[in-house]
């Protein structure tokens, strides 16, 4: 019923930056807790960036100052800004929607590849 989508991400350079966008098909999505979670080949998926429905936002410290997460409601999109791109940055990346009044439903979006090497 709920669809996410993320688009932005690709190869780039170490240092370079990438935005990555969530879009989600769902009417409520204002009141959703928006997150961008990250999973490495043979790692177990982590915690990237999270944003509320009222803009309080939570970072892992690994990328605190680097990135950054914010959202537009009238467009129903999450993103994320990836700056000084390290290659331990590399993983799949996916965006999450959590609905803090209903706690069991949680959507997941397919994922899409970020790739920082030289």
């Known amino acids: 019923q709920v669809q996410l989508v993320e688009s932005g991400g690709g190869l780039v350079q170490p240092g370079g930056s990438l935005r990555l966008s969530c879009t989600s098909s769902?009417?409520?999505?204002?009141?959703?807790?928006m997150g961008w979670y990250r999973q490495a080949p043979g790692e177990q998926r982590e915690l990237v960036a999270a944003?509320?429905?009222?803009?309080?936002?939570d970072y892992a410290d690994s990328v605190k100052g680097q990135f950054t997460i914010s959202r537009d409601n009238a467009k129903n999109t999450v993103y994320l800004q990836m700056n000084s791109l390290k290659p331990e940055d590399t993983a799949v990346y996916y965006c999450?929607?959590?609905?803090?009044?209903?706690?069991?439903?949680?959507?997941w979006g397919q994922g899409t590849q970020v790739t920082v090497s030289s």
């Open positions: 944003i509320t429905s009222g803009g309080r936002t």
């Open positions: 999450n929607a959590k609905n803090p009044v209903v706690t069991i439903y949680e959507y």
């Open positions: 769902s009417s409520i999505f204002h009141i959703y807790t």
